[in-house]
């Protein structure tokens, strides 16, 4: 779910191509896939180990000191606490960010909030303790299902017995 592929789906309609085509040189960054190893990650690890790091690697890579950086929901929610703390610390490796349906205020979360309520988050970490740190892969493609309840649900119940 929300992989950096989305952004190269196919040559004619590919913003990495696109973006190459300008003359960028793009970089992509995705989520590893969690194990039990990572139960005790923290989202300091994640913007430690996933945006510092990039950003690092980009800067060897490319011989750079500042970029510009994408954030694709929830990569954008993370990409945003970084840029807050870079500021803070005087960071300006990132010059600009362009976000993709990222979440930073939750409290405007929409249809998300029936999924961050105290019990649907007791829930998940029931869940998640049981499987060893992790959230399962049907349980979130569940979640994500239910957010388009109007495409995947209710359409075949109208089609096949109203």
Not at 23 to 40: C, I, Y
Not at 123 to 142: N, R
Request: hydrophobic share 45%; proline share 1%.
């Amino acid at each position: 779910i929300n992989k950096f592929y989305v952004f190269d789906l196919q040559p004619k309609n590919s913003m990495i191509k696109w973006l190459t085509d300008q003359g960028h040189t793009v970089f992509l960054v995705s989520w590893v896939n969690p194990d039990e190893d990572m139960a005790d990650a923290t989202f300091e690890d994640y913007m430690r180990e996933g945006v510092y790091a990039a950003t690092q690697a980009v800067k060897e890579a490319a011989s750079v000191n500042r970029m510009n950086a994408v954030g694709y929901c929830i990569g954008g929610t993370l990409l945003s606490a970084a840029l807050a703390h870079m500021a803070k610390t005087g960071d300006t490796s990132i010059q600009s960010a362009t976000f993709f349906a990222a979440q930073a205020d939750f409290k405007l979360a929409g249809d998300l909030l029936i999924f961050s309520d105290d019990k649907a988050i007791e829930y998940l970490e029931e869940k998640m303790d049981q499987a060893g740190g992790v959230l399962d892969a049907q349980t979130m493609a569940d979640t994500f299902n239910s957010l388009r309840s109007n495409d995947l649900i209710w359409n075949y119940g109208v089609d096949n017995y109203l």
